[in-house]
Structure formats: C-alpha cells, structure tokens
C-alpha cells in the first residue's frame, strides 16, 4: 500500500513539474503575455559600411512593401520564419535571422552579398559580380567599384573575372589605383589605371577545366603581374613620368614593352 501510494505521490510530482516547465516555457516564448505590441525594431547589417548593397531603411521597405515590418503590430501576429524568409528571397541577402524577445523587441540580423565588380559587356549585360562569384542584378546602387567590360561572358565572369577582380579589391593601392578590365575577343586581359594616361596589358589568364587549379593559376597569375607592374611604376615611371606612355605590355615574363604616346 505505501509503495503504491508512493509510487501514485511521483507521478504526480512528474506531472506538475512537466506542466510548469511547459507553462514557463510557453511564457518565455509568447511575447504577447508581457508585451502585447512590437515596439522597437532592431536591424543589424553586416558590411553595411562597406560595398553593400543594403541599408537598415531598405530592408524596413522591403517589409513595409510585403506587410511583414513588425513594428507596432502585436507580438503573437509577427512570424519571424515569414521575415527571414522574405529577406533571403532578395537578390543582395546571403543569411537573415529574426528572432522575437520578451520586451517586445524584434531583432533581425542580415549578411550581404558583397559586389566586387560591375560587369557591361559588349552583349549590353549590366550587372555585379560578387565575391563568391554570384550574378547580381543591376540596381540604382552606385559606388566605386571597378568596371568590368569588353568580352565578358557569365561564365566567364564567375570562373575568372571573379579571381582577378578579387585580387585587385582585397589590395587598397590597386583597389584605388585600377578602375577598369577590358577582356579582348581573345581574352587577353588589360586594365586602366586611374593614375596615368596608359592601358596595360597584362595578358590572358590561366586555363584549367579544374576550379581549384584554376583559382590558383589565375590568383598567381594577377598577382605576379601587379607585382612586376608595381615595380615598374616605382622604379621606371617614376623616373620617366606617368604620363609618357600610353600602353604597358607585361605579356612576356623577361620584359615590359612600352609604347610611348
């Protein structure tokens, strides 16, 4: 008798624990018990400083538009699976994360897909390429980037142009000197200084069929260029001025070849 009862006495302990882990836990998640209405909006961009495509007002528009901007609505109607996955819908979105806390606050945290370069090519294609190689399409968005144009396929853009392009913005001399790539029809590569009244030539990139190797062979490949025409500014222009020739062969590993004005 006394085993049965205690036995009885433990079940019941278990059930009142397990609904009061439950209450609290269903308390701690329903805003609208301590905070019926959302009264303050956190957005949180990452790179917005940087060559990011998007601003806190931006992502608050593009909820405004969608109906989904949480602010002053009540906490048990704002979902923020609907948020993130209208965010992430967007074009320039890599990650979005919304989340909903007590004090009727909702917090919405975004990473960007950053644009290295801006593609126009001789087809009339308009659009950025991202450091992932990703196409991203043209905006009203304006910044410093380099321009890339010429005979540029988007295959060509994600497997090549994005090595090269990468290489020039993660460099501030080269990010604020170079301001345009030309493919040639043959894919010889040249670039425009911002500094200098010349073109330079800096050849046709590595072909591999193989991604990674590719990505080595290019990366290599731009970086021993812009060293050699790094030097070359330093040691020779320099000395014969910036502006005295109008285009720069860096093609042939044992020579530069000038060509004056």
């Known amino acids: 008798m006394k085993l049965r009862l205690k036995r009885i006495l433990t079940v019941a302990l278990c059930v009142v624990l397990a609904v009061y882990v439950l209450l609290a836990m269903t308390s701690f998640n329903n805003p609208k018990e301590t905070y019926p209405v959302c009264s303050k909006v956190v957005i949180n961009i990452e790179d917005e400083s940087t060559n ?16 989904l901007y949480p602010y002053k609505k009540r906490m048990a109607d704002v979902n923020p699976r ?16 919304c989340f909903k806390t007590k004090d009727g606050c909702v917090n919405i945290s975004i990473t960007q897909r950053l644009p290295i370069v801006r593609v126009k090519n001789v087809a009339g294609e308009d659009y950025y390429l991202d450091d992932h190689g990703g196409i991203m399409p043209n905006s009203n ?3 410093d980037l380099v321009i890339a144009t010429g005979y540029i396929s988007k295959w060509y853009a994600r497997n090549y142009l994005v090595h090269l392009a990468k290489i020039i913005m993660q460099d501030d001399f080269w990010r604020n000197q170079v301001v345009q790539i ?3 029809p043959d894919l010889g590569v040249e670039i425009v200084p911002r500094v200098g009244e010349h073109v330079v030539f800096l050849g046709g990139l590595p072909q591999s069929k193989y991604p990674g190797r590719r990505k080595v062979l290019v990366t290599d490949f731009v970086a021993k260029q812009l060293d050699r025409l790094g030097k070359f500014y330093k ?3 320099s000395q014969a001025g910036w502006n005295k020739y109008s285009y720069i062969d860096l093609e042939f590993d ?6 004056k004005k």
Not at 52 to 67: K, M, P
Not at 82 to 97: C, H, M, N, R, S
């Open 52 to 67: 990011g495509f998007l601003s806190a007002d931006e992502i608050r528009r593009i909820l405004e538009r969608a109906r």
């Open 82 to 97: 609907d948020i993130e996955e209208k965010l992430k819908g967007g074009p320039f979105v890599k990650t979005a994360q």
């Open 141 to 143: 968005y304006t910044s």
């Open 182 to 184: 030309n493919v040639l």
């Open 235 to 237: 040691y020779g222009l």
């Open 254 to 259: 044992n020579q530069i070849i000038c060509k």
